[in-house]
């Protein structure tokens, strides 16, 4: 399968998704820039991580208005797969792809640590893939990860099982102690009603091999590749 | 004419700068304070009569300025 890694002025993030699909996992992988309007022959797109546009405005606000945006929403409109990262799942959110915002840290602090995600759901291109009840390890880096949402769209989100990944401990309680940012319902990552679109703050990417003792992102990659083998690409 | 967008977090938005900013003030000694709420203040200047430019501008606030998921904003005009 063939996957794109968009790249805007700012992001840090794409070499490390071109890497962990490439020579990782063994699939062909461009990067795309901004400018690009055209997306070509892909099964699957990711919005990495960075500060498109050095932040400005709000994370992710200038991103959306970018050719490439335009391609990734009709892509996505026609059931293609995108996975948003960090800053991906910022500008997923911006875009009007996802629901919500990510707003600054509650502790104004930029967290970069590892933490423990409880997968709220294995329905889902994204986490199909990743044994029940398993308890991922996987590191963030951040400033502004805290999701909101609206009292109806989080009653939505739950309703519709779009969650799909929480702050927990090493336990797999999710509790406010486990809470890197403030996030409502201590949410990582969402998908949006379709299921074809997903965004997390935490990098997958960063922790997806086993030469770094730590590959539990793999199965987040791993779950887009099985979902897409069996089935052709969107048209 | 100058335009000027200001925009605030919701009411129902945890606003931590807002509240850092808070604590700061109290502990210079200032008496006096209550909730304070840190947003953003854009000015652009525009062409237009002031009805053109007030619809011209609520446009772009709502589609881009500010996010409607997190923020308020309201509008003032000078000529």
């Known amino acids: 399968m063939k996957f794109a890694v968009l790249q805007f002025p700012g992001s840090n993030c794409d070499q490390d998704c071109v890497h962990v699909l490439q020579n990782v996992l063994g699939h062909p992988t461009r990067l795309l820039w901004h400018k690009e309007s055209v997306l070509g022959d892909v099964d699957a797109v990711l919005v990495p991580g960075g500060f498109s546009y050095g932040d400005y405005l709000r994370t992710g606000s200038i991103a959306r208005f970018s050719p490439v945006m335009q391609a990734v929403k009709e892509f996505a409109d026609q059931g293609g797969l995108v996975l948003g990262i960090c800053n991906g799942f910022q500008i997923l959110c911006e875009a009007g792809l996802l629901p919500g915002a990510l707003i600054r840290n509650r502790s104004l602090q930029f967290r970069c640590e590892h933490v423990y995600l409880k997968v709220a759901t294995q329905d889902s291109p994204f986490t199909q893939a990743i044994p029940e009840g398993k308890l991922l390890r996987i590191p963030i880096a951040h400033g502004e990860g805290n999701y909101f949402c609206d009292a109806a769209t989080l009653e939505e989100l739950e309703a519709k099982e779009q969650i799909l990944f929480q702050y927990a401990d090493r336990d797999g309680d999710v509790t406010d102690h486990a809470n890197p940012n403030g996030s409502l319902k201590n949410i990582a990552g969402i998908c949006n009603t379709a299921r074809n679109v997903a965004g997390m703050m935490p990098h997958p990417e960063r922790a997806a091999e086993a030469a770094l003792n730590e590959d539990d992102g793999r199965l987040i990659f791993e779950s887009l590749i099985a979902g897409l083998n069996p089935a052709p690409a969107p048209a | ?79």
Do not use: W
């Open chain 2, 1 to 79: 004419m100058k335009a000027k967008v200001i925009i605030t977090p919701k009411p129902e938005v945890l606003d931590p700068q807002g509240k850092t900013v808070q604590t700061a003030l109290e502990h210079m000694g200032c008496t006096g304070v209550g909730e304070v709420r840190v947003g953003k203040y854009i000015e652009i200047e525009m062409d237009g009569d002031a009805d053109t430019v007030k619809a011209k501008l609520s446009e772009y606030a709502d589609k881009f300025l500010a996010n409607p998921n997190i923020e308020d904003y309201r509008l003032k005009l000078e000529d």
